[in-house]
């Protein structure tokens, strides 16, 4: 059965204390690995896409990457308003467009 | 511009009543994606449009859910006789063209409450 598992399910980090945030996965055939940040009461926000195991993508103090079993969000130097709940989401390569989705991580940022 | 947009934003019912939930995507997307997302999880799939048919339904739980998308842009998700178990968030999402690997944009969610 196709699965998508995030840990750790919260991690609190000190303004400035850069860590990552893990997504594996196992699927069938992978088409394409997203991530997604989401605040308390709003929708996702997309933040990338990653194809092929070893591309990597970057944003302000984002970096994801992605292997052939996981992928990992890694946050540099990480500021309050980076606290939100960061999920990732597969989307496979027979059937359809859905996404399936991990629970999340959440993650605070303390000043 | 736009983004996408769902309404109500919160709704409170009583069991067994019928409601509606509409989402208006964004403004040129032929794809239309319905999912929904129960506290601390992610969301989860229901169903998924191009234009105007339903090209996956594979996700609604049951046959007291129903979607429709008539002109292939707006669509509005229906439950009958509603359950306490169907409070949850459902969200809305659009992309341009449905393809692989494109983005899905989210909208801010609809709010169900089952009393």
Known sequence: EDQVTQSPEALRLQEGESSSLNCSYTVSGLRGLFWYRQDPGKGPEFLFTLYSAGEEKEKERLKATLTKKESFLHITAPKPEDSATYLCAVQLNFGNEKLTFGTGTRLTIIP | ?115
Do not use: M
């Open chain 2, 1 to 115: 511009g736009a983004g996408v947009s769902q309404t109500p934003s919160n709704k409170v019912t009583e069991k067994g009543k019928y409601v509606e939930l509409r989402c208006d995507p964004i403004s040129g997307h032929t794809a239309l994606y319905w999912y929904r997302q129960s506290l601390g999880q992610g969301p989860e799939f229901l169903i998924y449009f191009q234009g105007t048919g339903a090209a996956d339904d594979s996700g609604l739980p049951n046959d007291r859910f129903f979607a429709v998308r008539p002109e292939g842009s707006v669509s509005t998700l229906k439950i009958q006789r509603t359950e306490r178990g169907d409070s949850a968030v459902y969200l809305c999402a659009s992309s341009l063209l449905g393809g692989p690997q494109e983005t899905q944009y989210f909208g801010p969610g609809t709010r169900l409450l089952v009393l």
